[in-house]
């Protein structure tokens, strides 16, 4: 006669079930592993730098009063030099709807990001239009940073695939500039992007403070890669590959600290 299994030895468990320890998921698809944007990028070499260093995402300004602006036509040509899955996002200012859609047909993939006085609504409705993931950036004040309420922008906004979190300076994008980011609420209900100022320097510190307080943490850079101009101003849509390739690894280190 043959034996029959023992239906308690399959019965799932009744109890809760402990989630792993985040180190013990440190690694790709985890939210141990930080995240990296690199943005305003307007040449292919750049671009092929950014890969080469192993970033996730790169970022094209659609803002016409931008320097670092380029066509949606332009984008596209940038954008298909890019591997799987390192995704093309497209910045919007307060952009008219109809626009951010004949933009987004020029690229088959890519994400949103909208930087300027959007709505929920507004930011839902065209990012539905173009069937794309979107990020929103909340603009923290320099030196107030603790009365700009992020846990009300973060719900919101709670359509968004992330909270960018930029430095709010005169026009829009955080004109290289840090805010203080201990000021930030402790915990938050979204995904963060930390933005501002951010160089090779600096980053490993601000993902040692924010990544706390968001339930991951991603980084965004633009002119703390830029190639330096006359006088050591940044020449804004043109980067340098070193400071590229310093800004990864700083980012690294800090996942290794945390790891």
């Not at 004040?141 to 359509?159: G, I, M, N, T």
Request: aromatic share 6%; proline share 8%; with cysteine.
């Amino acid at each position: 006669m043959t034996a029959q299994p023992d239906p308690d030895k399959f019965r799932p468990p009744t109890g809760p079930v402990q989630a792993p320890r985040t180190k013990e998921l440190a690694g790709p698809g985890s939210p141990g592993r930080t995240r990296i944007k690199i943005c305003g990028l307007t040449r292919e070499q750049d671009v092929d730098a950014a890969v080469a260093a192993g970033v996730d995402a790169i970022g094209f300004v659609m803002y016409d009063k931008s320097p670092r602006q380029v066509t949606p036509r332009r984008a596209a040509e940038l954008a298909r030099r890019l591997p799987p899955f390192v995704t093309p996002v497209l910045l919007f200012v307060n952009e008219e709807a109809s626009k951010i859609v004949a933009a987004s047909d020029h690229l088959t993939l890519g994400m949103l990001q909208f930087h300027g006085d959007e709505s929920p609504s507004q930011c839902a409705a065209a990012a539905q239009a173009c069937h794309r993931p979107w990020l929103r950036a909340a603009r923290i004040p320099l030196h107030e940073a603790a009365r700009f309420d992020l846990v009300k922008f973060a719900a919101d906004y709670s359509q968004a695939q992330a909270i960018l979190l930029d430095a709010h300076v005169e026009g829009f994008g955080g004109g290289g500039k840090t805010f203080n980011w201990s000021l930030l609420p402790p915990s938050v209900n979204a995904h963060l992007v930390l933005s501002g100022g951010l160089t090779s320097a600096n980053v490993t510190e601000g993902i040692l403070q924010v990544r706390p307080r968001g339930l991951s943490l991603a980084v965004d850079v633009s002119s703390g890669v830029e190639a330096d101009g006359p006088g050591g101003t940044p020449l804004k849509g043109i980067k340098d590959p070193v400071k590229i390739h310093q800004f990864v690894a700083a980012v690294r280190a800090a996942d290794r600290h945390l790891a």
